[in-house]
């Protein structure tokens, strides 16, 4: 059921985002899993790329704190290939360091989660060094 009807907006997806948040830190992650999509579904009719990747990646944790994996880096893989293709040519570190941490949490007692954590400090080691060099220039 919708939580709000109407005419869909940007904020109402941050809304509905941050009650799956809530909802997955009070461990209801059938009603995290079910706010998360209608937030992802709101993105969607509003195209909002980066709003659609966040989803995503919050779907991937959830499924990954219910253990179900597959479907955890299957949300992980869609978001993390839509950050890669809109930070291509900006500086995506941040949030790519972000993404990879979370999918590395989720995996923890899964092998590939060493290659996500390498992934993550690569990202938040290249964050340090441009914001570093930006203060020195």
């Given at each position: 059921?919708?939580?709000?009807?109407?005419?869909?907006?940007?904020?109402?997806?941050?809304?509905?985002?941050?009650?799956?948040?809530?909802?997955?830190?009070?461990?209801?992650?059938?009603?995290?899993?079910?706010?998360?999509?209608?937030?992802?579904?709101?993105?969607?009719?509003?195209?909002?790329?980066?709003?659609?990747?966040?989803?995503?990646?919050?779907?991937?944790?959830?499924?990954?704190?219910?253990?179900?994996?597959?479907?955890?880096e299957q949300?992980?893989?869609?978001?993390?290939?839509?950050?890669?293709?809109?930070?291509?040519?900006?500086?995506?570190?941040?949030?790519?360091?972000?993404?990879?941490?979370?999918?590395?949490?989720?995996?923890?007692?899964?092998?590939?989660?060493?290659?996500?954590?390498?992934?993550?400090?690569?990202?938040?080691?290249?964050?340090?060094f441009i914001?570093?060099?930006?203060?020195?220039?």
């Open positions: 059921r919708k939580i709000v009807s109407g005419s869909r907006s940007s904020n109402e997806a941050k809304v509905i985002h941050k009650l799956a948040r809530l909802c997955s830190q009070q461990k209801n992650y059938d009603k995290s899993i079910a706010l998360h999509k209608e937030s992802l579904s709101i993105k969607e009719e509003l195209k909002d790329q980066v709003g659609i990747a966040a989803s995503k990646i919050d779907l991937g944790e959830t499924f990954g704190k219910i253990q179900d994996f597959e479907t955890a949300y992980f893989e869609e978001g993390m290939d839509i950050l890669r293709s809109i930070y291509s040519e900006v500086n995506p570190h941040r949030y790519l360091a972000n993404g990879y941490f979370k999918v590395a949490h989720v995996k923890e007692l899964n092998t590939f989660s060493l290659g996500y954590i390498s992934e993550s400090l690569r990202f938040r080691n290249e964050i340090i914001t570093l060099k930006n203060h020195i220039d």
